[in-house]
């Protein structure tokens, strides 16, 4: 049984006995399967209320069965004991819970959850009710007289009251836990039965986006594309600060920025003078004292040239150029078919024949790349690992088609490899002649378009690494004739420049740097050909 069930039983059973439900108490106990000796002395105190002496003195058993030193229950079942007139066992009962209360006056369990503190006079007193049922009234007034002589508090004038009984031979009533003082389970533990949020409700604290109350564990919502722009009147100020004079990073966490460049203010200025701004898409501290506002103010009607007040684009990631379609001269007759494989490779229709369309033509939707190419012109369609299309004239070489390809890609031309297929075929044929002068794209077109399929070559075909070579520290490349890495980059050593420089290749790039930024780990030198 989990304890957080059983813990849920004992409090319920608890909120009965305060209602005086007795019955709807015992009901609670009786579901506990793993009971302890605490909630069995509860079940005793509720037989007792509703005269189940029987069911009463099993459970006084059980819970001493639990615990053999708890004091308060042989207290109770002494009484019990007597109800039924099992006298000597009571008598016994009185014994043992003298024993265990080892030498004190009283026993608090108020740190066991019950509200009661157990007296030695109390155990001696029910000694001699004992003694009393027996008929052994000079026992009865010795015990009670001992009895007179412990401390403690909350006697009263019960042990006077019980002298005169005793003398005029009157049987003393025992003494009881009271019937609405049980055990209870401790108040911390009850309070972590209540089902809590730890987490609680999600709220938005700060955000890129104007008036975004959004809070929650939902998936990302689907957002506009570009960035957001906060509505920011005239008479307002702009988040947008420009740097005074450049500042250079001198702690963690800041950021190094040219003087006059714009930032935008993320946070609010912090105790040390320095707030959370953006600039070049990174977020770090600045100075405050460093930065005068932006003057973004902007006219009715030019909207067009206003400084934007949301957080722009990093300036490094530029968006790429769209191919400029030029005017076409004239535009087709409605009646005629878009052009495919058929109309190339074969004689056109007459004039009387209705126009016949191919099942290539339908598939390679052409009319969306004939609005944006001319008869003069051509659609290069180049697969690599993604997908590009670029329209030339039909006249172009193919090593000036090479170089646009190369400089779309950011490849160098040199590695780029460029093949295509024959119609009708799935073989990839290299352009190897072809590249050479005298060579245009058209040889290859098809219905107006070219497609080519192209890949990077290996830098290191037909070189010989040396050895390698492990960098000791990060080394920013100067021209572009170096080699730029990191720490703890391996390099391939493919030549020995001078004394002080090397030629190396690392991450598909071949360049010059100096020696001393790297080590050798083997001391012999091994040659490797790469194949």
């Not at 003078?273 to 009607?301: E, F, H, N, W």
């Not at 007040?309 to 790429?320: E, F």
Request: with cysteine.
């Amino acid at each position: 049984m989990l304890y957080t069930e059983f813990l849920q039983l004992w409090h319920e059973a608890v909120q009965a006995v305060d209602a005086k439900d007795w019955q709807g108490a015992l009901c609670k106990l009786e579901q506990i399967s793993e009971p302890t000796s605490r909630t069995l002395f509860n079940a005793a105190s509720a037989h007792l209320v509703l005269g189940q002496l029987d069911l009463a003195l099993k459970a006084l058993d059980l819970t001493i069965a639990k615990d053999e030193r708890l004091a308060v229950g042989f207290f109770q079942r002494a009484a019990v004991m007597m109800q039924i007139n099992r006298l000597e066992e009571a008598l016994s009962d009185c014994i043992w819970a003298q024993k265990h209360m080892r030498g004190n006056t009283v026993i608090d369990y108020k740190q066991l959850g019950l509200r009661f503190k157990l007296y030695s006079w109390q155990v001696l007193y029910n000694a001699a009710a004992v003694y009393c049922r027996m008929g052994q009234w000079e026992q009865a007034r010795e015990v009670l007289l001992s009895a007179s002589q412990e401390r403690g508090g909350g006697r009263g004038g019960n042990l006077e009251v019980a002298l005169d009984s005793v003398q005029k031979e009157v049987v003393l009533a025992p003494l009881l836990v009271p019937e609405d003082v049980v055990f209870r389970p401790r108040k911390q533990d009850v309070e972590q039965l209540q089902q809590r949020d730890f987490l609680g409700k999600a709220k938005v604290i700060s955000s890129v986006i104007p008036n975004d109350d959004f809070g929650g564990f939902e998936p990302l919502r689907l957002q506009k594309p570009g960035f957001y722009e906060p509505k920011v009147d005239g008479a307002q100020d702009s988040r947008y600060m420009r740097m005074r004079i450049p500042y250079m990073a001198r702690g963690p966490g800041e950021l190094t920025v040219p003087g006059g460049a714009m930032v935008f203010i993320f946070g609010e200025e912090g105790r040390d003078g320095m707030a959370t701004v953006i600039y070049d898409g990174q977020r770090g501290l600045l100075p405050m004292s460093l930065l005068d506002p932006a003057d973004v103010k902007m006219c009715k009607g030019k909207k067009e040239k206003r400084v934007p007040s949301g957080i722009p684009l990093p300036p490094g990631l530029k968006p790429p150029t769209r191919p400029q379609a030029q005017p076409c001269p004239a535009a087709p007759p409605r009646d005629t078919p878009p052009p495919s494989y058929t109309t190339v490779t074969h004689t056109p229709p007459l004039a009387s024949e209705p126009p016949r369309y191919t099942a290539n033509a339908a598939t390679e939707q052409y009319v969306g790349v004939a609005q944006g190419t001319e008869a003069s012109s051509l659609v290069v369609k180049v697969h690599y690992t993604y997908t590009m299309a670029l329209s030339v004239p039909v006249d172009t070489p193919f090593h000036e088609v090479k170089e646009r390809i190369a400089q779309k890609l950011g490849q160098p031309s040199s590695q780029l490899r460029l093949r295509h297929k024959q119609h009708g075929s799935r073989v990839l044929i290299p352009l190897g002649e072809k590249l050479e002068p005298g060579h245009t794209v058209q040889e290859v077109a098809e219905a107006g378009r070219a497609t080519l399929w192209c890949q990077t070559e290996d830098p290191l075909e037909n070189r010989t690494i040396l050895y390698q070579m492990v960098a000791l520290y990060d080394y920013t490349a100067q021209g572009p004739e170096d080699l730029e890495f990191s720490e703890g980059d391996t390099i391939d050593i493919l030549g020995e420049v001078n004394e002080e420089w090397l030629e190396g290749h690392s991450a598909g790039r071949i360049g010059i740097f100096p020696s001393c930024f790297a080590y050798n780990e083997n001391a012999t030198i091994t040659q490797s050909p790469v194949l």
